[in-house]
């Protein structure tokens, strides 16, 4: 059984939005920390938001003020609002999480987003 499930991926034109999710599972334990990367061709991979336990989220400066990072707790999901999309965000994308206990990583299975027109 898969720990970390994302969805929502696809083809989106440029200036648009899409929503990617990140269903895990509650015996993952306590976060700590989560956030999103991404991985373009041949590019390293990123990331683009971090989010803990205190304040707000940090986001790469490509994507501040059009991505939105969130959590809902109650069901166990991770969000990432993507909007006013560009080309340049083609890319894989991730969800990730570090768990309290045994500091352990989780990793979703990645989901494909392209910007093109």
């Known amino acids: 059984q898969e720990q970390v499930v994302e969805s929502g991926g696809g083809l989106v034109q440029p200036g648009g939005s899409l929503r990617l999710s990140c269903a895990y599972s509650g015996s993952i334990g306590s976060i700590h920390r989560s956030g999103w990367y991404r991985q373009a061709p041949g590019k390293p991979r990123e990331l683009i938001a971090l989010?803990?336990?205190?304040?707000?989220?940090d986001y790469l400066d490509s994507v501040k003020g059009r991505f939105t990072a969130s959590t809902d707790n109650a069901a166990n999901t991770m969000y990432l609002q993507m909007n006013n999309v560009k080309p340049e965000d083609t890319a894989v994308y991730y969800c990730?999480?570090?768990?309290?206990?045994?500091?352990?990583?989780?990793w979703g299975q990645g989901i494909q987003v392209t910007v093109s027109s």
């Open positions: 990730w999480i570090l768990v309290t206990t045994g500091k352990l990583n989780y």
């Open positions: 989010m803990d336990s205190f304040g707000s989220p």
